[in-house]
């Protein structure tokens, strides 16, 4: 449970680069954001993939997680149409990558990913265990 405190970390800094962002871009009626909630959804589709190939959360937490950023993303106005499609596309996405791995490789890519997000969360004072 802990170690997906960073995967939030993460995905939350993402999410209020994405509310700046929008905020920023919501002056004509044109909607600008589209192409950034895409990349997001992407993005945390990847995030997902790495979470589960690294055994970081359950499927219930990585589902209530996607319905956390969907909340936020709305909630800061964006257009969440394409979200489910492009959060599919990116998880696809990563699951190819960690499928490209070798066991040896995944273990070692997974126990870096955990000392980085153990270090990041070390400065907000929030260990992983």
Partial sequence: MRQMIG???????VSA???VGSAALAQPPVDYTRGVVEQL????????????ACE??????????????MTL????????SG???????????GRAQWRSLSQVERTAACKELKEQL???AEKLNRPIR
């Fill in 83 to 93: 979200y489910d499609k492009a959060f599919s596309r990116g998880q696809e996405e």
């Fill in 7 to 13: 995967i939030r970390i993460a995905l939350l800094l």
């Fill in 73 to 80: 993303h709305a909630q800061s106005g964006m257009n969440l």
């Fill in 17 to 19: 680069f994405a509310t």
């Fill in 118 to 120: 153990s270090a990041a």
């Fill in 56 to 69: 970081y959360g359950s499927d219930q937490q990585l589902a209530k997680m996607k319905r956390d950023e």
């Fill in 41 to 52: 959804a992407e993005f945390s589709g990847a995030m997902h993939a790495t979470a589960k």
